[in-house]
C-alpha cells in the first residue's frame, strides 16, 4: 500500500502530508492494534513505530512527476507488479494518478 499526497508543489504536497499527520488520533490507532493483537504499551517492532507515522503506509508525497519517481523506486526496490493506492481526496488522486502517472508508469514497466 501506498498513501500518495500531491500538491502542485513539492514544499506544499510535504505541508499538506503535515496537516495531515496533525490529525492522527493516537488512541484510535492504539485501539485498532490492539484489535489486531497487538500490544503498543512499552514495546516496539515495525507495525507499532508505523502506526505513529499517522498514514501507517509507504508515502509518496509531491508533485505528480516527484510521486510518480518515488512510486517507481518502491515498484523496483521491491520488485513490485503492483501497488494499491490511497489518496486523501480519493477522486481528484484518482484523476490525476490515470493522467499524469499512470501513463509514465506504463511506459516505464512495459
Known amino acids: 500500500m501506498c498513501t500518495v499526497i500531491y500538491a502542485e508543489t ?16 493516537v488512541e484510535a490507532v492504539k485501539n485498532m492494534m490492539h484489535s489486531f493483537g497487538v500490544n503498543t504499551d512499552g514495546k516496539s517492532n515495525a507495525m507499532v513505530e508505523g502506526s505513529q507515522n499517522a498514514f501507517m503506509t509507504h508515502t509518496a508525497i ?47 514497466f512495459a
Open 10 to 25: 513539492d514544499a506544499y504536497a510535504e505541508t499538506l502530508a503535515q496537516f495531515y499527520r496533525q490529525g492522527l488520533d
Open 62 to 108: 509531491g508533485t505528480p512527476d516527484t510521486c510518480y519517481k518515488q512510486l517507481t523506486g518502491l515498484m523496483r526496490t521491491c520488485e513490485l507488479d503492483g501497488v494499491m493506492l490511497i489518496f486523501p481526496d480519493y477522486i481528484t488522486g484518482l484523476k490525476i494518478f490515470g493522467d499524469r502517472i499512470l501513463p509514465k508508469l506504463r511506459e516505464e
